[in-house]
């Protein structure tokens, strides 16, 4: 199976900061990668699919972008309602893996 | 407005069945893909299963296979998840999602899944 490596899997980080996670695959997924963001009791909520395609609704200060079998989620100036677990998975076979997860905390 | 209710979860014995199933409405169920993703407590995210629209094709986790079986009815807009031979790892939040067709743009706010003697 393709694994997914997650980086960091805990980033301390203020209101206003830029922050980046990072998703590195075994081998290439292509593009088949989303992220999601899940805060607590919560379930998780669509960001981002296709490495860098916005999901409706969600603000435009995340992103996504892929380099190879890297990938990245940055949010450009963290806000308060940011607080929150944020998950890779891909997408391109089965199983359709997640990564470890990172939490994003003041 | 989408919404995935899912039910079904409690506590149950080792070794035990139980069948969780997911609600579905504000959106043609027919036409997606379905996915039961869980999270054991504290822990990650876990993708389960999932079904094709017409249910057709289905896919699991190696650590479910066997075990575990993803059916849907259309007619009743339901997903249904049928857990048999539970073990302590299976212990968890099952989470239903919509598929689009592979990631999962909607998702369920989850049942719990205690097994335990």
């Known amino acids: 199976d393709i694994q997914m490596t997650q980086s960091p899997s805990t980033l301390s980080a203020s209101v206003g900061d830029r922050v980046t996670i990072t998703c590195r695959a075994s081998q290439s997924i292509s593009r088949w990668l989303a992220w999601y963001q899940q805060k607590p009791g919560k379930a998780p909520k669509l960001l981002i699919h296709?490495?860098?395609s916005l999901e409706s609704g969600v603000p435009s200060r995340f992103s996504g972008s892929a380099s190879g079998t890297e990938f990245t989620l940055t949010i450009s100036s963290l806000q308060p309602d940011d607080f929150a677990t944020y998950y890779c998975q891909r997408y391109n076979h089965y199983p359709l893996t997640f990564g470890g997860g990172t939490k994003v905390e003041i | 407005e989408v919404q995935l209710v899912e039910s079904g979860g409690g506590l149950v014995q080792p070794g035990g069945s139980l069948r969780l199933s997911c609600a579905a409405s504000g959106f043609t169920f027919s036409g997606y893909w379905m996915n039961w993703v869980r999270q054991a407590p504290g822990k990650g995210l876990e993708w389960v299963a999932n079904?094709?629209?017409?249910?057709?094709?289905?896919h699991y986790v190696d650590s479910v296979e066997g075990r575990f079986t993803i059916s849907r009815d259309n007619a009743k807009n339901s997903l249904y998840l049928q857990m048999n031979s539970l073990t302590a790892e299976d212990t968890a939040i099952y989470y239903c999602?919509?598929?689009?067709?592979?990631?999962?743009?909607?998702w369920g706010q989850g049942t719990l899944v205690t097994v335990s003697s």
């Open positions: 079904i094709k629209q017409d249910g057709s094709d289905k």
């Open positions: 999602a919509r598929g689009n067709p592979y990631h999962s743009d909607y």
């Open positions: 296709t490495a860098s």
